[in-house]
Structures are given as C-alpha cells and as structure tokens.
C-alpha cells in the first residue's frame, strides 16, 4: 500500500467520526496555537520596544556622573565637561536631554499636558528630526536660554485648531511655576520617545478605556530653559554618539579618562560610561529566554494532546480489530499496517497544528493592532509548529500503531468472529 492510499485510509476515519477526530485534536490545537501566539506575541514585542529604543538613542553611549560620592565634591557635568567630551576624536554628537511631563495650555485649550523634551541644538541632526514648518532652535538660543520651542502637528491642530502656528504662543507649568514659550517650528517627528499619541490611541480602545487625546502634546525646548526653571546648572548625564556604533565603547572610555584627569578623579567612583546597545542586547536576550520559558509551559498541553491521540488511536485499533485481521489474512505486511496506523495519527496531529497556528497568528495579529505594532512573523515558527505537531504524531501514534501491526490475524478475526 502506497502513501496516497495511506493518507485516503486516514482522511476516511476521520470523517467518519467528525467530533471525535475534532476533540482528539483539540489539545493539539490548543498547544500549537498558545506557543506560536507567545511566540509570535514575544517576539513582536521584542521589536517593537527595540525600534523604539534605538530611535530614542539605543545607539549611543551615556556618561553620567554619581554626584553622592564621599570622596569627591562633584556636583555634576558643566558645559566645559560637555566641551571636553566632545573633543573625543570618535564623539561626533554630545547630547545632554531631560524628559518630564508638564502642564500646557493655549489660548484655544486652557487645560491640557505635555511631554516635554528638553535639549540642545545638535538632538535634530543626531536624531535626524524633521522641521515641517518654521526651524529648530539654534546654539544662540541654547546658551542664552531663550523661551522657544517646538511641537508636534498633533499638538499644533489640538491646542491651535492650525498646522502652522509658529510665531504662537504656549504656556507650560513647570516646578509650579507658568513660563511663555514662543512657537518657533512645528513636525510631525516630535513626539513621545516611546509611543505616539497614535499608538497610545489604540491600545486605549483596545481595551475599552476612554481617554481625551485631543489635550496631550509633545514639546521640545532648550534645555538650559528648563534647567534655569528648576535653578539647575550641571547635567547628570548626557548621551555620547559615534559615526560607528562600535566606536561606542573606546569614545566613551575616553570621555571618562578625561574627565578624571580635568576632575583629578583617581577611580570609577565618579563617572562611569553606558553603553546603550548593550542594554538593548541584553533586554533582546532576557525577552527571548522568558519567551522561550512561557512557550515551554504551554507547549506541557501538546504533550497532553498527544496523550489524548494516543488514547484514541488505541480505540481505534480496537473498533478496527477485524478489519486488521481481514487485511493481514490476505497478506498485508507487519508495516504496512503500522504505516496505515501511523499515517492516521500523524494527519490528526498535522491538521490540528494548522488550526492552531491558524489561530496563534490570528490572536497574535489581534495583540499586535492593540499594541499598535507591526507583527513580526517568524518563518522559523511556523517550521516548529508543523514539525512538533508531527512528532507528537509519531510519537504517540506508534505504539498502537505497533499493537494493530503485531495483532495474529487469527486472533483479530475470532475477537469479532
């Protein structure tokens, strides 16, 4: 007997009893599905917050000063710290930022929040941000801590009901004091280091929660502004960018050589260099083990799916017991009918991986919308569904595939004679 034959065989049983078929696969179904959701789910995760990252400066080094040292009387890094640091031959961007939340109000919107991003005039080039309308401020406006500043487009049509507002002014509350800034460009690129106003919408709705987005904006302003408003001199740390990223490392070693030297600083008590793309390896790392943890778990109900195939195979060979015997009395060979049993368990098994991963990938695209991130398919995940499923067929297939081959035909036909 050929494979296709086999596989007719096989497909006949199983329509001959529909529901059976279909709870035997059910935990088959049930286990591929989890552990390609998880998968997938982990992995479109894993993307998202590592794109997310890196646009936010995952590429760079970030060199920050412990201020509490006993030893040193250090209170943090001033501009003439900064200009040493970017006398570093490898260093092509130094950028000290600070993120908070904040009031803001307009004269259209009298109550809203605010990210607000305060930098300096190098973030745009670094970050490779767009100006649609207006410009970015410039070194003068740095050093002389002018109240200017930048806003999104979503910010510019909420709180202005205009895509070019510049020239307008808005009003932050910040330290429990209301500074005037003066709009001097507007884009589309300025907007929350992690997540847009457009993502945080979806996942609000994703989970049935109301939220008026209309009254949150993204501001970006000097950041010796800000600095003046909290009576702020020194930075506690800034973030050092090379042209290649696996000069990272040696820029920032040097950076805290010198200043060492500048501070007379004798050990690594004081100033210390990160680098970035080290903790995005690491969250990479520590994502995929959880991912590849919370898989194993779910993969336990493949396990009992098998256990359930097994179980009905056995059935199966004992409803069939005269059928085994009529084919071996007419000359059917040990594996042929160990094959014809097999082939059974491993179409059940099969069909049910690809209901499953049918369903992983549907669950795992439905997360993705609420999460507001592109799904990431894996090939490589759809190959372990399918052949794990098929080893769970075999596996738990061959033992009774092995009891109907053993069967004596004369003992088979006097059991149902």
């Given amino acids: ?6 596989i007719k065989i096989a497909l006949s049983a199983i329509r001959a009893n529909k529901m059976r078929s279909f709870l035997t696969m059910l935990g088959i179904i049930i286990g591929v599905g989890s552990v390609i959701a998880i998968m997938t789910i982990g992995t479109t995760g894993k993307d998202f917050l590592i794109q997310k990252i890196n646009e936010a400066g995952g590429q760079s080094v970030y ?10 009387t250090i209170d943090g890094l001033t501009e003439d710290d900064l200009d040493l640091i970017r006398s570093v031959d490898l260093v092509s961007y130094v950028l000290p930022e600070s993120d908070e939340m904040a009031g803001l109000s307009t004269k ?19 970050m490779g941000i767009k100006v649609d309308y207006g410009r970015w401020f410039n070194k003068d406006e740095v050093k002389a801590h002018a109240k200017v500043c930048l806003i999104s487009e979503y ?15 808005i009003d932050l509350k ?62 506690q740390g800034v973030s ?8 990272l490392d040696r820029a920032g070693a040097e950076a805290v050589s010198m200043l060492n030297a500048r501070h007379g600083v004798l050990d690594d008590s004081v100033y210390k260099a990160t680098n970035m793309a080290t903790l995005v390896d690491l969250l990479d ?43 071996k009395a007419l000359g059917a060979r040990t594996n042929v009918i160990l094959f014809q049993f097999l082939t059974e368990s491993i ?71």
Wanted: with cysteine; hydrophobic share 45%; charged share 15%.
């Fill in 63 to 72: 060199i920050s000063v412990d201020s509490s040292s006993e030893r040193y």
């Fill in 174 to 235: 910040m330290n429990d004091q209301l500074i005037s800034l003066k709009i001097i460009g507007i884009s589309t690129d300025v907007e929350s280091s992690f997540f847009s106003v457009d993502d945080m919408q979806e996942m609000m709705d994703g989970f049935g929660m109301e939220f008026d987005f209309s009254k949150i904006g993204y501001v970006y302003m000097p950041v010796t502004t800000q600095m003046e408003v909290y009576g702020q001199t020194t930075y």
């Fill in 285 to 327: 790392t520590v994502i995929n083990v959880f991912t590849i943890f919370i898989s194993s778990v779910g993969a336990i109900s493949l396990i009992v799916g098998g256990v359930g195939v097994m179980n009905i195979m056995l059935v199966s060979v004992t409803e069939r017991t005269r059928e085994i015997g009529i084919r």
């Fill in 1 to 6: 007997m050929n494979v296709k034959e086999n």
């Fill in 240 to 247: 050092v960018i090379t042209e290649d990223v696996n000069d």
């Fill in 347 to 417: 179409i059940i098994c099969v069909i049910g991986g690809l209901i499953g991963m049918a369903l992983g990938f549907g669950l795992s695209f439905a997360v993705s919308v609420l999460m507001g991130a592109p799904v990431s398919f894996k090939v490589s995940t759809i190959l372990i569904s399918v052949g794990f499923s098929s080893l769970i067929g075999i596996f738990f297939g061959i033992y009774p595939a092995r009891k109907a081959a053993k069967m004596p035909p004369i003992e088979a036909l006097r059991q149902t004679g």
């Fill in 108 to 126: 259209f919107i009298p109550e809203g929040i605010c990210s607000v991003t305060a930098v300096t005039e190098d973030y745009q080039k670094a």
């Fill in 155 to 169: 910010t510019a049509k909420n709180f202005f009901h205009s895509q070019n507002p510049v020239g307008q002014t």
